[in-house]
């Protein structure tokens, strides 16, 4: 089993920066992929990022890329999702994921979850 707890989540401006957080622990020493998705209010959960777990491959969703930076320090068994130029519609529950094997933006196909943290973003 992989636990997974993100931080850094808040309230913020549009325009504004945050840097999410993720600490894995648990059976971490196999290769896994880690991923963010996001969940707003009466939406789907959507596919944000993910990274590989050599950190060689990146994939990010149309929505967020080039404001996203996903990134991990196998180390210190964290992931991390720089946001900026965040935007209200980026407003959502971020949670973080892990899986084995290669990366993909179907979450039914992740593995282990967080409990997520919320990012507000006001206009």
């Known amino acids: 089993q992989v636990q997974l707890v993100e931080s850094g989540g808040g309230l913020v401006q549009a325009g504004g920066s945050l840097r999410l957080s993720c600490a894995a622990s648990?059976?971490?020493?196999?290769?896994?992929?880690m991923g963010w998705f996001r969940q707003a209010p009466g939406k789907e959960r959507e596919f944000v990022a993910a990274?590989?777990?050599?950190?060689?491959?990146?994939l990010y969703g149309d929505s967020v890329k080039g404001r996203f930076t996903v990134s991990g320090d196998n180390a210190k068994k964290m992931v991390y999702l720089q946001m900026n130029s965040l935007k209200p519609e980026d407003t959502a529950v971020y949670y973080c994921?892990?899986?084995?094997?290669?990366?993909?933006?179907?979450?039914?196909?992740?593995?282990?979850w967080g409990k997520g943290t919320l990012v507000t973003v006001s206009s």
């Open positions: 990274i590989s777990w050599t950190g060689g491959s990146t």
């Open positions: 648990g059976r971490t020493y196999r290769r896994y992929a």
């Open positions: 994921s892990a899986k084995t094997g290669s990366v993909t933006t179907d979450a039914r196909h992740w593995d282990y």
